[in-house]
């Protein structure tokens, strides 16, 4: 696949506040069956260091709610100043828990390399993100997961870098299509394995960020060959 919009942005801003696989890569690929307008208000959740926040803003125009729990809204709010954003995007410092926004506020959500974090208790959906987006909101969603469930017999090469705790928070498509099927506020239009996995990856393991430089053995050993990245479009009710 070709990722022509994100490779027209600067290689080093990105390498310097990437905090995982190639974000805006995943994104292009994720959202390019949906239609964002600039009218839009978009919930980025999980949003990091505010990289895929950037790109809704300058390449669709619509207004972004940056949140994210690790990153300080004061450090996102002074990377948005630096490219000129602060006036499209909202840097918002919150638990996906217990977020600040009213219900039936935002027309999408766009969550790149953090559902797998606070998604997989099965009323998470109904109670918590559902309700903040309007009637036909657009629900984005990619994340790490797995090919097949391997929680029985850990592969040694994936333990080369990460925990049981970590591995715990992967799962299959068909696993997460059972859980979000579960939702009585949303309808799944498609639960699939991204074309993007490979080269997002190798962006990633190229940054001396010591989360990059820690995965590196288990990618190195061949752990990828569990593993996938998984895309979840879905609209609420
Ligand atoms: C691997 S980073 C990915 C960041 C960004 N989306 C990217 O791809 O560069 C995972 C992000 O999930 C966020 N996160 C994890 N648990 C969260 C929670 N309970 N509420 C809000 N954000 C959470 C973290 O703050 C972190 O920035």
Not at 56 to 76: H, P, R
Not at 130 to 151: D, M, R, W
């Amino acid at each position: 696949m070709k990722f022509v919009k994100s490779e027209q942005y600067d290689k080093k801003f990105l390498m310097e506040n990437m905090m995982g696989p190639n974000c805006l890569k995943l994104l292009e690929e994720l959202i390019n069956t949906i239609k964002l307008e600039k009218s839009m208000r978009v919930l980025d959740l999980g949003c990091g260091k505010g990289l895929t926040s950037i790109f809704l803003a300058k390449e669709f125009g619509v207004q972004v709610f940056a949140t994210d729990l690790w990153i300080t809204a004061t450090e996102n709010f002074d990377r948005f100043q630096s490219v000129n954003l602060n006036n499209q995007i909202i840097p918002v410092h919150a638990d996906a828990l217990k977020m600040p926004f009213a219900d039936g506020f935002f027309d999408a959500v766009i969550s790149i390399d953090s559902y797998h974090y606070f998604g997989r208790d099965v009323r998470y959906m109904d109670t918590k993100l559902a309700p903040l987006l309007k009637k036909g909101g657009i629900i984005a969603l990619a994340f790490p997961g797995l090919k097949e469930e391997i929680h029985d017999s850990i592969p040694e090469e994936m333990a080369l870098s990460w925990s049981a705790e970590d591995i715990d928070t992967f799962h299959s498509c068909q696993w997460w299509r059972e859980l979000l099927e579960k939702s009585q506020e949303i309808e799944i239009n498609s639960v699939q394995e991204m074309q993007g996995f490979e080269e997002s990856w190798s962006d990633w393991l190229l940054c001396e960020n010591e989360y990059a430089v820690n995965d590196r053995a288990a990618m190195e050993a061949g752990a990828g060959k569990y593993m996938n990245f998984i895309s979840i479009i879905a609209r609420r009710k």
